[in-house]
């Protein structure tokens, strides 16, 4: 892989493609996270409960085909279905300002355009993750993944910034036109990428799909580290999305903020991603790939309390800053358990890895927009953000758990404890030697 020592990774000129692709899909993603939740509140005044469901129906794809997702990406090209997905999920967002502007749009096209777009948004993910090892090589996936959530941090910053005004000027519906038109360029420019991926060896007798979920399955709950870092994920985030789907009503409604200042406050989202982005490699290699990614959580997540603490006027700026440090330790954490994953995986199974993955991890995701409507309903958007934080401080404890234990009680009894929790085993243990 020819690259200047300067550019590290960005010297390479697919893995440039790639994280041109990335800024652009990612762009354009920011801007649907903040204006498909507006089209319903803003637009068709929908209530707590109704701003829930479309939280679960946009995270749906998981539960509806995240385990299969997995089998299906191992056996295909993983650049054609990057290239797919993003295409197909930039035509679906075209249809909400189209109805729209032909006075057709309701409740019920903005639930199917986010199922839509959800199950599509699944079998990108999984193939993005399947890609990175191929593109860079296993010795760069730290600083491959620390780069490309660096460009998606900016793009936190910068597609909420873009999309408040927009939404002011021109209203929700039309605004999702510029989040259709990064999708669009972002599979314009994955397809560009030049490195060839051989396509998956054909088997014989190719077993059935159902063997080949379980297969993944299997993998992934018998290594403790990955099976860790999957529940905290799935307590974590159906908390964050218990949170995140009444902040916007809490924003508006409870705060007073129009599209712009909701815009500002997620872009101070985007800035403490962006500083977790550059700390993460440096934070990974000082601390310990493994300990920081529990620490990084139980570090930020009590912070998010600030919001519900807040009320107009300076408060909103303390909870801001708590929002933003959730971003940064959820940056640091991902890139540390991102490379992990991969790491320990073998490529034939990083599609149904990552597919496992994230069908426990956010399987929990609809349901937590689901209880985050009746939450709000219930309790109002403030008594919601409260059950949220607490729920995102306790998702520390699985992985926590795990590390101690790794650290106290090695399997193979090796002697080198402080090597094992720093994430740094002994090559010479035959027993612990790549072991997870």
């Given at each position: 892989m020819p690259r200047s020592s300067r550019l590290g990774l960005l010297g390479d000129p697919d893995f440039g493609r790639l994280f041109a692709a990335t800024a652009l899909g990612q762009l354009g993603d920011r801007i649907i996270f903040l204006t498909l939740p507006l089209v319903a509140i803003a637009t068709l005044h929908a209530d707590e409960f109704q701003v829930g469901l479309l939280t679960a129906t946009t995270?749906?794809?998981?539960?509806?085909?995240?385990?299969?997702?997995?089998?299906?990406?191992?056996?295909?090209?993983?650049?054609?279905?990057?290239?797919?997905?993003?295409?197909?999920?930039?035509?679906?967002?075209?249809?909400?300002?189209?109805?729209?502007?032909?006075?057709?749009?309701?409740?019920?096209?903005?639930?199917?355009?986010?199922?839509?777009?959800?199950?599509?948004?699944?079998?990108?993910?999984?193939?993005?993750?399947?890609?990175?090892?191929?593109?860079?090589?296993?010795?760069?996936?730290?600083?491959?993944?620390?780069?490309?959530?660096?460009?998606?941090?900016?793009?936190?910053?910068?597609?909420?910034?873009?999309?408040?005004?927009?939404?002011?000027?021109?209203?929700?519906?039309?605004?999702?036109?510029?989040?259709?038109?990064?999708?669009?360029?972002?599979?314009?420019?994955?397809a560009t990428i030049r490195r060839r991926e051989e396509k998956p060896n054909p088997v014989p007798e190719r077993p059935r799909l159902r063997s080949e979920i379980a297969e993944g399955l299997r993998f992934v709950l018998h290594r403790p580290a990955l099976r860790a870092i999957m529940f905290s994920d799935a307590l974590f985030n159906l908390s964050l999305v218990m949170y995140q789907t009444m902040l916007l009503v809490f924003l508006e409604r409870t705060m007073g903020l129009g599209p712009f200042g909701i815009g500002l406050v997620l872009s101070g989202m985007g800035c403490g991603a962006l500083l977790g982005a550059l700390m993460a490699t440096t934070?990974?290699?000082?601390?310990?790939?493994?300990?920081?990614?529990?620490?990084?959580?139980?570090?930020?997540?009590?912070?998010?309390?600030?919001?519900?603490?807040?009320?107009?006027?300076?408060?909103?700026?303390?909870?801001?800053?708590?929002?933003?440090?959730?971003?940064?330790?959820?940056?640091?954490?991902?890139?540390?358990?991102?490379?992990?994953?991969?790491?320990?995986?073998?490529?034939?199974?990083?599609?149904?890895?990552?597919?496992?993955?994230?069908?426990?991890?956010?399987?929990?995701?609809?349901?937590?927009?689901?209880?985050?409507?009746?939450?709000?309903?219930?309790?109002?958007?403030?008594?919601?953000?409260?059950i949220g934080a607490s729920g995102m401080t306790l998702s520390t404890f699985p992985t926590l758990l795990w590390w101690c234990a790794a650290r106290t009680r090695p399997s193979c009894g090796c002697s080198r404890r402080s090597g094992i929790a720093a994430g740094t085993r002994s090559v010479s243990c035959p027993a612990c030697a790549g072991r997870p």
């Open positions: 995270t749906a794809g998981s539960l509806l085909v995240g385990l299969p997702a997995g089998a299906w990406v191992d056996r295909m090209r993983k650049k054609s279905v990057l290239v797919g997905t993003d295409l197909l999920r930039a035509a679906a967002l075209l249809t909400i300002p189209l109805a729209w502007w032909a006075g057709l749009l309701g409740i019920r096209l903005l639930y199917a355009v986010a199922l839509l777009h959800g199950v599509l948004t699944v079998f990108f993910d999984v193939a993005y993750v399947s890609y990175l090892p191929h593109l860079v090589g296993r010795g760069n996936l730290v600083e491959g993944n620390a780069k490309l959530s660096a460009v998606r941090s900016v793009t936190s910053i910068g597609g909420p910034a873009v999309a408040g005004p927009l939404v002011g000027l021109a209203g929700a519906p039309a605004t999702l036109l510029a989040g259709s038109a990064g999708m669009t360029l972002s599979g314009l420019f994955a934070l990974a290699r000082r601390v310990g790939q493994r300990p920081v990614i529990w620490l990084a959580t139980l570090a930020t997540c009590p912070l998010t309390v600030l919001m519900p603490l807040a009320r107009p006027g300076w408060t909103l700026y303390a909870g801001a800053v708590g929002l933003a440090a959730l971003s940064l330790g959820g940056v640091v954490r991902v890139v540390a358990q991102s490379s992990l994953q991969q790491s320990l995986t073998p490529d034939r199974l990083l599609g149904r890895m990552a597919a496992t993955a994230r069908f426990v991890s956010s399987g929990g995701v609809p349901l937590g927009g689901l209880l985050g409507g009746v939450s709000g309903s219930a309790f109002g958007a403030t008594g919601t953000l409260w």
